[in-house]
C-alpha cells in the first residue's frame, strides 16, 4: 500500500472539492434519507386517520398539535439561511487562506503533462472518453445531459413531494436521480481523480503511479468478435445490436414501469413516456457500455464512418 | 439513534440562534483579521526580513562607525591633515568678513524682491488672463474693447509697500522692470558670496578628500548617512526591473545587504548571544564578489540571470528560490553556482578574466578533455569535422556542376556546328563560351574551398589515437585485455570503461585488428634508455604525460600515463611518434573517402609524399588529410633523441609484453562484421580515427541545451520513484558511489543535477533492474571521474541552458574580446597552460613539480603581458616555427638555455591568426601594430649606451645569450640580436625599468635606473660623457640595443671577455650593490 501515492492525491489542491464531495456527498444523502423517513411515516399516519390530515400543521415530522400551521420565511427561514451563508464565507475565506490557487509552470507545446487532467467537474466527461469515441462523448453526451435536465419538469407527472422530502411518493424520480448524479457523474469523477494514473491507465487507490508501467490491454470492437470484417457489415451489426438494445431495454423497462409505477404511467401521454424511456436508455447504456469496456475489453459496439458507440 | 422527545414550543418560531450567531460572527470576525494579517504579512515575508535587516545592520553600522571614527582619529592626527585643516581654517577667517557683507546685504535685497514679487505676480496673472481672452474673442470689436481693458489696467498704479515702510507707487511696465531689476541683482550677488567662499569650500574638500584616500573602510559620515537611511526605513519592495530583457527581480527584499557599501559577513550579522549565524544572518550578507558585479551591473542585470529562481516571487523561501515543482528554472545549487556564467558565457572556453579556479572553467575543459564532444554535439566545440564534412559536400556539387556544364558547353559547341544561320551558331558558341567561364570561376571557388579544408583538416584533432595504425603501433595480445577495462592497465586513462562483454571484446578487437594498416615501419636502432630518462624528464614530455601510479605519479593529466606504455608499444612506432607524433602512416583523402597508399601515386606518376606542403590527393586534387589528428606536436629532436626516449619508455613496464595471454582470434574474419556493429554501436569513431567510420556522426544527445530540457524528458527509468522522494542511494557500487560531489542522496534527487550527477558516476545506473538486451544498454560508459570533476561538469551541464535573456545578454563580442576568447580555445586545445603562465596566479605543470624547485629560471617563460611585448608578425614566426631556423631545429629560437623545448604544433593559419590575436588582445595591443620607429643614434651617443651595456655593474651579457655556444652554456636569457625584429621598444624599456612588475620572480634584476629629477638614471656609475645628458638612460639603452649588430655584440662580449656568465646563485652575490635582492625565477625576454 503505499500511502504516500494516496497523500499525494488528496492532497492536492486541485482534489481539495473532490476530497470533500464524498463525506459532503454522504452526510447528505443521510439527511435527506432520515427526514424522508420521517415524513413517510407522517404520510401513512395521517392517511390513516383523516381527522388528523385535516387539523395538522405541517407537512413535515414531527411536530406537535397547538404549533402554528404555517410560519412566515421571514424571519424564521431567513435567520438559518444566513446563518448557513456566513458559515460558507467563513469556510471560503479559510479555504483561499490556506490554499493558494493551484497555478502550474508555463505551458510547454512540446511537453504536456501526464497524467493530463481536466478541471474536477469536468473529469466525468473526461472519464467518458475512454469509453466513447470523442463526438459522441464530448458532444453528444453533454448535450443530451442538458437536454435531459431541461425535459424532467415536462415530463414528471407527479404532482406529490413538493416542498418536502419523501421517497415513498417519489421512488422513480428520486431512484433516477441517485442513479445518474451519484453513479454516473460523482463515480466516474472520483475515477477520474483517485483512479486514473499516467497514460490514463487504472491505478487502485494505494498503487504507486509509476510513468514506467506497463500493461497488456488489448480492447476489440464487437464486431470482430463475431468475425465481420466488411464495413458496411459492421456498420448495419452494430445498428442491429444497439436498435435491439433499445428495443429490449424498452420493452423491460416498459414492463418494470407499469408493474412498479403504475400511478406515473397512467398519467403520462405516449409523448413523455416515450421521451422518458428514451433518456432512461440511453443513460442506463452508458454503465452498460463502461462494464462491456472495463470487463469485456470491448472498444467499440457499432462502429460507422462517422461515429462509435 | 434514540428518539428525542418532542418539544412543547414549535423550534421553529421559538429557537434562538443567538448563540450560533455570536459564535458564527465572531469566527467570521477572526478570518477576517486573519485575512488582514496575511495580506499585510502572511503573503510577504520580505517584511520581517527587512525589520531583521534594519536592526541587526543598524547594530552593525554602529560598530562599524566607532571602528571607523577610530581611523579617521588616527588619520586626523596626521600631521598633513593637521596643514590641510590650518589652510581650511585661515581659508574660513580670511572669507568671513566678506561673505557676512554680502550675506547682509542678500538677506535685505531678498525682502525687497518678496514685496514685488507679491504685487507683481498678482498683476501678472490677471493681465495674462485678460491677452488669453483677447487672443479667443471671435469679434474684432471686442477685442478692440478688451484691448482698452488691458492697457487701462496696464495703467493703473499699484502700491508696493517695502520692508522699510516706504510706499511706492508703479504702473504694470514699471512694475516687471523694478522686478527684473532686483532679480538680477541677487544673481549677481549670490555669484559674489560664491566667489568668496571658493577658497573655503576648496580647502573644505580637500580636507574631506584627505581622509576618505587614507581611509580603508567607509568615512564616519558615510557610515552615518546609512546609518540614517535605515534607521527611517518602512518596509517596501525593492525590485530590479529590466524592461527589455523582462528581468523583474526582487531579491533584494530580502538579501538586502547584497550592494551594501560595506562588506557584511554572516558572522556580523548573527545576533549578539547566538554562535551560528541563523537564516537571516546568511541571507543579510554582501554579494561575495563584488567585482563581478561591477562587470555585471545588477540594474542591468538583475540577479535571476545568473542565479535563476523566480525573481517575481515574494510569497516564500521556497518560490522566491524556484525551488518548487512548477517552477522550471530552480535557483542553482551553492555546490554549482558557476553554472549561470555559462548561460551567457557559453561562448567562452575560459571565462574574461582572472580565470584560476573557477568550477565552470574546469568543466568546459574537462569536457572536451574527457571526449564527450565525441558522442555529445555541443554548440562550440569541435566544429571542424562539420564543416570539412559540409566543404566537401560543396567541392562535390561544385564539381558535378563543372562536369554538367562541360558536357552542355560541348553540345553547344555541336549545336552550333550544325546550325542552319550565322546567328544561331554565334549564340550557341556564345553560350558554351559563358559555360566555360562559369567553369573557371567554380575552379575559383573549389580552391577556396580547398584552401580552408587545408586549416579545418589541420585543426581537426581526435582526443584518441589512430586506430588505424593499430598494427604497427600495439602489442595484439594487449588489445583485448585493455578493452575489457582500461582503468585496470591504466588508472587515470582518458578511455572510459565501456562495459564491455567478451564477445563485444573479442569482435571490436578483431574488426580493429583486421582493418589496420599493414604498411611497414622503418627499423629503428635500439637508443640510451638513461640519456632517454634525462631527455623525457626535461624536454617537457611532463608537462602533459605523467609517469608513476598513485602518490609516485609525477606529471600532467593532459595527455596519457606512460607507466606501462613498454607493455603495449612498438618499439619502431614509438620512435617514429616521439620523433614527430602528426607523421601519418597513409594520408586519407575525404573526397574519396578512402586512405590513400604509394600505389595511387605511382598511377599518376607522383612520388610517394605527403606533408603539409604536398597536400594534394593524386587522384583527384583535393586536400588530404596528413598529419594524425593528435595535439601531441613534434619537440624537433634528433632521431637518436627520439630513439633513447623511445628505449626509456619502452622499459617502463610491470610484465613482459609476452605475457598477455594469446589473442589469434583477432584474425578470426568472421568476428569483423559483428565488431563493425559493435563499434558504431558504441560511437567508438567519435574519439578514435577507425578505418570505415571516418565520417562516422556522434552517437550521443546535443547536449547544447540539456541544462533546459524538461525533467520529464530525463530518464530515471525505474528510480523515478525514489528519486522524487528520497531515500537510499540506488548506486551500490562504492567506487562509483564516492563519485557523488554530495555523497549518497540523502533526500529528493529528481532535479536536473541530481540526474546529471548520478548519471556521470555510474552511467549504467538507470539501467539497474531493467531487462534489455545488449543492444538496448545505455551505451554511455564509466569516464571514472571524481568528485570535483563531476561537481565542474555538472554545473557545466546546469548552465547548458536555453536562456529567455535577449540575445544581446550573451557575450558575443566583436571586437579585441572576440580574439581572447577565440584564442583562449586553442590555448586550451594544445594544453599550453602545461608550461606557460597566462593569468596571475594560475598555476603550471611544470612549475609544480620538484626538479624547477630550485632553478625556476630553467620554466618556461610565463606570458602574463606576451602581446605587449612581441611584434606581432614575429609571434607568427615563431609559432609556426618555434626553432626560428629550417637548418638547425633540434633547439629553441629564443631561449637555448632552457632544457625544456617549446615544441612545434603545426598551427593552421588560421588558428595562428587567432592565436596572434588573442596575444594581442589579451594585452590590450591595438591590431595591426605599426612598429616604433627608434631613432639612430650619434656616434657618442653609442659610446655612451655600450658604457651602459658593458657596465660591469650590470653585465647585461653575463647572462644574456649571444649566439657563441661556449658563452651560452650558462646564459640564462634569450639573445639581444632578437629584439631588433621580436620585441616592441616600450615594453623593453618598461621591461629594463621594473621587470619584477611584469614577471614577477624573474632573474632579470631590478633598480637598475633611478628617477631623478624626471630622467631615469642609470643606477650604477656612469662615465663622464654622461654629464649634462638630458635623456633617459633607459631609453638610450633601449635604442642601442634594438641597433644591436651581431659585430658590436661579438666585441662587446670580447671586451668582458672573461667574465663568462655566471649562473644565477654567483649572480645574485653579485646583484646585491642595489640594496634590491630580486629572486630568481622564471625566464627574463
Redesign the interface.
Known amino acids: 500500500m503505499d500511502w504516500?501515492q494516496l497523500w499525494d492525491i488528496v492532497s492536492t489542491p486541485d482534489n481539495v472539492p473532490i476530497v470533500a464531495l464524498i463525506p459532503l456527498l454522504i452526510f447528505y444523502c443521510y439527511l435527506a434519507w432520515k427526514q424522508a423517513k420521517a415524513n413517510d411515516e407522517l404520510v401513512s399516519e395521517l392517511e390513516a386517520d383523516p381527522v388528523l390530515a385535516k387539523t395538522h400543521h405541517r407537512k413535515t415530522w414531527?411536530?406537535?398539535p397547538g404549533?402554528?400551521k404555517e410560519?412566515h420565511v421571514w424571519p424564521?427561514l431567513l435567520?438559518?439561511e444566513f446563518?448557513a451563508a456566513?458559515?460558507v464565507?467563513?469556510i471560503l475565506?479559510?479555504w483561499s487562506?490556506t490554499l493558494?490557487a493551484p497555478?502550474?509552470?508555463?505551458a510547454?507545446p512540446n511537453?504536456t503533462m501526464?497524467p493530463a487532467k481536466a478541471p474536477w467537474y469536468f473529469l466525468g466527461l473526461q472519464e467518458m472518453l475512454v469509453y466513447f469515441d470523442p463526438w459522441i462523448a464530448g458532444v453528444v453526451m453533454p448535450t443530451l445531459i442538458i437536454i435531459g435536465l431541461m425535459v424532467i419538469p415536462y415530463i414528471d407527472t407527479n404532482p406529490m413531494g413538493s416542498g418536502y422530502y419523501t421517497w415513498k411518493q417519489r421512488k422513480f424520480a428520486i431512484g433516477t436521480f441517485l442513479f445518474g448524479f451519484i453513479v454516473l457523474w460523482v463515480s466516474m469523477i472520483i475515477i477520474g481523480t483517485f483512479i486514473r494514473g499516467p497514460g490514463w491507465q487504472w491505478f487502485w487507490p494505494g498503487q504507486?503511479w509509476?510513468?514506467?508501467r506497463l500493461i497488456y490491454e488489448v480492447n476489440r470492437d464487437l464486431p470482430d468478435l463475431f468475425g465481420i470484417t466488411s464495413n458496411w457489415a459492421k456498420g448495419i451489426f452494430g445498428a442491429v445490436v444497439v436498435g435491439g438494445y433499445f428495443a429490449v431495454g424498452g420493452f423491460l423497462l416498459h414492463a418494470l414501469f407499469r408493474r412498479f409505477n403504475p400511478k406515473d404511467y397512467r398519467r403520462m401521454s405516449l409523448l413523455q413516456y416515450s421521451v422518458m424511456q428514451v433518456f432512461m436508455l440511453t443513460m442506463i447504456g452508458l454503465p452498460i457500455k463502461m462494464l462491456l469496456r472495463l470487463a469485456l475489453n470491448i472498444k467499440y459496439v457499432w462502429i460507422t464512418p462517422w461515429f462509435n458507440v | 439513534m434514540p428518539e428525542q422527545p418532542?418539544?412543547?414550543q414549535?423550534p421553529?418560531?421559538t429557537k434562538s440562534?443567538a448563540v450560533?450567531?455570536v459564535v458564527?460572527?465572531a469566527?467570521?470576525l477572526a478570518?477576517?483579521f486573519?485575512?488582514l494579517w496575511?495580506e499585510s504579512f502572511?503573503q510577504r515575508p520580505w517584511k520581517a526580513f527587512q525589520h531583521e535587516f534594519k536592526d541587526r545592520y543598524l547594530a552593525f553600522l554602529t560598530t562599524a562607525k566607532s571602528k571607523s571614527q577610530q581611523s579617521q582619529k588616527e588619520i586626523t592626527q596626521s600631521s598633513d591633515y593637521a596643514r590641510l585643516e590650518d589652510n581650511y581654517k585661515q581659508a574660513r577667517q580670511g572669507a568671513q568678513p566678506r561673505v557676512d557683507a554680502i550675506q547682509k546685504q542678500l538677506s535685505d535685497l531678498n525682502a525687497r524682491i518678496l514685496a514685488v514679487q507679491n504685487v507683481f505676480t498678482d498683476r501678472r496673472a490677471y493681465a495674462n488672463a485678460l491677452t488669453y481672452q483677447i487672443e479667443t474673442d471671435p469679434s474684432p470689436s471686442g477685442k478692440k474693447n478688451k484691448q482698452k481693458d488691458l492697457d487701462a489696467y496696464k495703467a493703473k498704479l499699484a502700491t508696493v509697500e517695502f520692508p522699510d515702510h516706504s510706499k511706492k507707487q508703479f504702473n504694470y511696465g514699471q512694475l516687471e522692470e523694478t522686478y527684473n531689476q532686483l532679480r538680477d541683482q541677487r544673481t549677481a550677488l549670490s555669484a559674489e558670496l560664491g566667489e568668496a567662499l571658493k577658497p573655503v569650500t576648496e580647502a573644505n574638500a580637500k580636507l574631506a578628500e584627505y581622509v576618505s584616500d587614507h581611509m580603508v573602510d567607509l568615512t564616519p559620515a558615510q557610515i552615518e548617512g546609512l546609518h540614517k537611511k535605515y534607521a527611517d526605513w518602512d518596509p517596501k519592495i525593492l525590485q530590479i526591473n529590466v524592461a527589455d530583457a523582462n528581468i523583474v527581480d526582487r531579491c533584494e527584499s530580502c538579501h538586502m545587504g547584497i550592494r551594501e557599501p560595506l562588506k557584511i559577513t554572516a558572522a556580523a550579522m548573527t545576533l549578539k548571544g547566538h554562535k551560528k549565524p541563523d537564516e537571516y544572518a546568511q541571507a543579510f550578507v554582501s554579494h561575495p564578489d563584488t567585482d563581478l558585479l561591477k562587470v555585471h551591473d545588477p540594474d542591468k542585470f538583475g540577479c535571476s540571470p545568473c542565479h535563476q529562481g523566480n525573481g517575481r516571487a515574494t510569497?516564500s523561501l521556497e518560490k522566491a528560490h524556484g525551488n518548487y515543482?512548477?517552477?522550471?528554472w530552480p535557483l542553482f545549487p551553492k555546490a554549482n553556482v558557476e553554472a549561470g556564467c555559462q548561460t551567457c558565457h557559453a561562448a567562452d572556453m575560459v571565462l574574461v578574466s582572472g580565470d584560476v579556479g573557477w568550477t565552470i572553467s574546469e568543466g568546459k575543459d574537462l569536457f572536451r578533455q574527457k571526449g564527450c564532444n565525441g558522442c555529445h554535439r555541443y554548440e562550440g566545440y569541435d566544429k571542424e569535422p562539420e564543416e570539412l564534412q559540409s566543404m566537401t559536400q560543396q567541392i562535390k556539387l561544385l564539381e558535378q556542376q563543372k562536369k554538367d556544364n562541360s558536357k552542355q558547353s560541348a553540345s553547344l559547341m555541336k549545336q552550333a556546328d550544325t546550325a542552319e544561320t550565322n546567328a544561331e551558331a554565334t549564340r550557341f558558341n556564345e553560350q558554351a563560351i559563358a559555360l566555360r567561364v562559369t567553369n573557371s570561376k567554380i575552379d575559383g571557388q573549389v580552391q577556396q574551398f580547398d584552401f580552408r579544408s587545408h586549416s579545418l583538416m589541420q585543426d581537426m584533432k581526435k582526443i584518441a589515437p589512430n586506430l588505424k595504425d593499430i598494427r604497427l603501433k600495439l602489442n595484439k595480445n594487449w588489445i583485448p585485455v585493455w578493452l575489457k577495462k582500461p582503468t585496470d592497465f591504466r588508472p587515470t586513462t582518458k578511455m572510459p570503461n565501456f562495459r564491455l562483454n567478451d564477445e563485444q571484446v573479442h569482435s571490436i578487437s578483431a574488426y580493429l585488428w583486421q582493418t589496420g594498416l599493414t604498411d611497414s615501419l622503418p627499423k629503428q636502432k635500439a637508443g640510451n634508455a638513461a640519456h632517454g630518462k634525462e631527455l623525457f624528464e626535461t624536454r617537457g614530455c611532463l608537462a602533459c604525460h605523467s609517469i608513476g601510479e598513485g602518490s609516485q605519479l609525477e606529471g600532467g593529466t593532459f595527455a596519457a600515463n606512460l607507466t606501462r606504455v613498454g607493455e603495449k608499444a612498438n618499439y619502431d612506432y614509438l620512435v617514429r611518434w616521439i620523433h614527430n607524433a602528426r607523421e601519418r602512416t597513409r594520408p586519407y583523402c575525404p573526397y574519396e573517402k578512402k586512405d590513400i597508399g604509394p600505389e595511387d601515386y605511382a598511377k599518376h606518376g607522383l612520388p610517394y609524399q605527403f606533408d603539409l606542403q604536398h597536400s594534394q590527393c593524386p587522384n583527384d586534387g583535393h586536400e588530404l588529410q596528413v598529419q594524425n589528428m593528435t595535439v601531441m606536436p613534434s619537440l624537433r629532436l634528433s632521431p637518436e633523441d627520439a630513439q633513447d626516449i623511445a628505449s626509456y619508455l619502452i622499459t617502463q613496464k610491470k610484465q613482459e609484453p609476452s605475457s598477455y595471454a594469446d589473442a589469434s582470434f583477432m584474425d578470426d574474419a568472421k568476428l569483423r562484421d559483428e565488431g563493425k556493429k559493435w563499434i558504431r554501436h558504441f560511437g567508438c569513431a567519435g574519439c578514435h580515427e577507425i578505418s570505415g567510420f571516418e565520417e562516422e556522426g556522434r552517437i550521443g544527445t546535443d547536449l547544447t541545451v540539456e541544462g533546459s530540457k524538461?525533467i520529464?524528458?530525463l530518464d530515471f527509468?525505474?528510480y523515478?520513484?525514489a528519486a522524487q522522494?528520497g531515500g537510499k542511494d540506488p548506486i551500490t557500487n562504492p567506487d562509483d558511489l564516492a563519485r557523488l560531489p554530495g555523497g549518497p542522496a540523502k533526500g529528493p534527487w529528481y532535479d536536473h543535477k541530481g540526474f546529471f550527477e548520478h548519471k556521470l558516476a555510474e552511467p549504467e545506473i538507470f539501467d539497474k533492474g531493467k531487462i534489455k538486451s545488449e543492444e538496448e544498454k545505455l551505451r554511455m560508459p564509466n569516464l571514472h571521474l571524481d568528485q570535483e570533476q563531476i561537481r565542474a561538469l555538472t554545473t557545466f551541464l546546469l548552465g547548458s541552458q536555453e536562456t529567455s535573456l535577449p540575445a544581446s545578454y550573451q557575450y558575443n563580442p566583436s571586437d579585441t574580446r572576440k580574439d581572447i576568447q577565440e584564442g583562449w580555445w586553442i590555448v586550451r586545445k594544445y594544453n599550453c597552460m602545461g608550461c606557460h603562465q597566462f593569468i596571475p596566479g594560475q598555476g603550471t605543470i611544470l612549475m609544480g613539480m620538484a626538479q624547477y624547485k630550485d632553478v625556476q629560471e630553467q620554466l618556461p617563460p610565463k606570458l602574463l603581458t606576451e602581446g605587449a611585448r612581441v611584434d606581432p608578425e614575429w609571434l607568427r614566426r615563431f609559432l609556426s616555427n618555434p626553432a626560428l631556423s629550417t637548418t638547425d631545429t633540434n633547439r629553441n629560437g629564443v631561449r637555448p638555455y632552457l632544457k625544456v623545448r617549446m615544441p612545434t604544433f603545426s598551427f593552421s593559419d588560421n588558428e595562428l591568426r587567432k592565436l596572434v590575436r588573442f596575444f594581442q588582445a589579451l594585452s590590450q595591443q591595438p591590431i595591426p601594430y605599426v612598429p616604433e620607429q627608434v631613432p639612430t643614434l650619434t656616434a657618442k651617443e653609442t659610446d655612451m649606451a655600450r658604457s651602459l651595456f658593458s657596465s660591469t655593474a650590470a653585465p647585461c651579457l653575463k647572462c644574456h645569450a649571444t649566439g657563441d655556444d661556449a658563452h651560452d652554456l650558462h646564459a640564462t636569457a634569450p639573445n639581444f640580436l632578437l629584439a631588433r625584429e621580436r620585441l616592441k621598444p616600450d615594453w623593453v624599456e618598461r621591461w629594463i625599468l621594473d621587470p619584477q612588475a611584469i614577471s614577477p620572480g624573474t632573474a632579470m634584476p631590478s633598480g637598475l635606473f633611478r628617477r631623478e629629477n624626471s630622467q631615469w638614471v642609470f643606477a650604477g656609475p656612469t662615465p663622464s660623457s654622461f654629464q649634462g645628458y638630458t635623456r633617459d638612460h633607459s631609453k638610450l639603452l633601449v635604442d642601442y640595443i634594438f641597433q644591436l649588430t651581431p659585430e658590436e655584440q661579438h666585441r662587446v662580449a670580447g671586451a668582458m671577455g672573461r667574465t663568462r656568465a655566471a649562473g644565477p646563485a654567483r649572480n645574485r652575490d653579485q646583484q646585491a650593490w642595489h640594496g634590491n635582492a630580486s629572486a630568481t625565477g622564471g625566464g627574463s625576454p
Do not use: K, S
Request: aromatic content about 12%; charged content about 25%; glycine content about 2%.
Open positions: 504516500r414531527p411536530f406537535r404549533w402554528q410560519v424564521f435567520r438559518v446563518l456566513i458559515i464565507t467563513i475565506m479559510v487562506l493558494n497555478m502550474e509552470e508555463p510547454n511537453l501526464n504507486t509509476d510513468h514506467n | 418532542i418539544p412543547e414549535d421553529v418560531v440562534y450560533h450567531y458564527a460572527m469566527i467570521l478570518t477576517l486573519w485575512a496575511d502572511g510569497t515543482e512548477h517552477w522550471l524538461p520529464e524528458r527509468a525505474l523515478t520513484e522522494r
